[in-house]
Structure formats: structure tokens, C-alpha cells
């Protein structure tokens, strides 16, 4: 399982990035040391020329193909103004941009730091909002993580719990899709059809393509009575 975690910690070092390690250490049994993190303070002077030239330079480029190729994902970020940080959007922004699928079926594990217990419904108000939008498959439980919590017993059970979905979510999926890795592709074809199973035996093919928007299919309607 290749789980990548995307970290918009400013700090060095970064008591977001030191969750967001131990979350994938958690979900894939890995040293956090040999856990793939994408700093994004690292992109931010790229991020802001993406935004202007509509071109990733060649760092901020690898690190949206690593995104868009894992099979999980984690993405952690502080608390700004009651939200999440504008370095954060601002990455998800500019990877939308470029493919608007790209986060499409993927399974991600929201998370966030705070200095204070009350802001930990930015999960719930911003995070899970902004990854429902961009069409990923969000885990049931996020990890909020105050900075009373390190320490506490209560951050590591939430810690295992969600890296526990995550994992067997991320599994799921990449059994469902033939184990080909990636587990987000439009089935096992790869060619944007889906197996569609009925009475436990594979029947037909549903291809997205061929679907008739139901603004064309009423017009039609229309103008056949």
C-alpha cells in the first residue's frame, strides 16, 4: 500500500507533519522515516508561480504526480483563521486545476493541528466539505490534534482508528479494482468502465462516457410529444 501525506506545516519542526507521520506509520506498519511526505512549505514559492504561468516548475510537478499515484492519502494541516491554511487550498487548487480527477475515488484521511480543543470541527466544516468536492473517498474518522493532546491516550486511539479505515478502505479498493495499485482508476479495464455485479455475479459494463445528461434526455422528451 503506498500512502502519501501531504503536510502544510510552516514550523521546523512541525507538529503537523509529526502527525501526519504517524498516521501513515500507523496505517502501513512503516518506520515514519521511510514514509513519503510532501512539505508543501517547500512548494510555496512554486505553488504562487502555478497560479500565474498555469505551469507546475519540475518539484511541484513530481510532487502532484506522487498525490495522484498513491493509494492512500493523508493530508494534515494547521488551523488558520478557524479553516485550513491558504498554502493548503492553494495546493489542492493548482492540482485541480491540472486534472480534475485526479483525487477521484481515492481514499484520504483528513487531520488537522490546533492550539486549542474548539477548533477541531474544521474537519468537519472545512476539510471533509473540500475532498467531497474534489470527488476523493473520505475516511469516517479525522484526527484533530491540540497541542494538550500530545500524549494522550485519547490522540493515539483516534490515530489507530483512522489509520485503521484508511487501510482497509485503501485495500478494499485495490482488491475491487483486480489489486492493479491505485485503487481509484474506473475499474479494473482502466478504460472508465465499472463492473456492475447483480445476484454476486459480474453482469455488464456501465461506462460514464455514454451517459446522456438528463438536461439532453428531457429535451428529447419534449420534442417527441
Known sequence: ????????????????????????AAATGQAPSDVRVIELRDLAVDIAHNFTSGFPAPALAEAMDA??????????TPVFSASYSGLFKSFFDVLGVRDRESLAGKP???A???????HSLVLEHALRPLFAHLRAVVVPTGVYAASQ????????????????ELAALTGALSAASGGTGGGTGG??????AISVTRGGAADDKFDARNVVPFEEQLAALRSAG
Open 149 to 164: 493532546d500530545w500524549g494522550d491516550k485519547g490522540l493515539d486511539a483516534r490515530i489507530e482508528r483512522a489509520a485503521g
Open 67 to 76: 498525490v495522484t499515484g498513491a493509494d492512500g492519502l493523508i493530508v494534515v
Open 187 to 192: 475499474g479494473a479495464d482502466g478504460g472508465g
Open 112 to 118: 488537522a493541528t490546533g492550539g486549542t480543543p474548539r
Open 1 to 24: 500500500m503506498s500512502v502519501v501525506v501531504v503536510s502544510a506545516g510552516l514550523s521546523v519542526p512541525s507538529s503537523t507533519r509529526l502527525l501526519g507521520e504517524r498516521l501513515a
Open 108 to 110: 484520504v484521511l483528513i
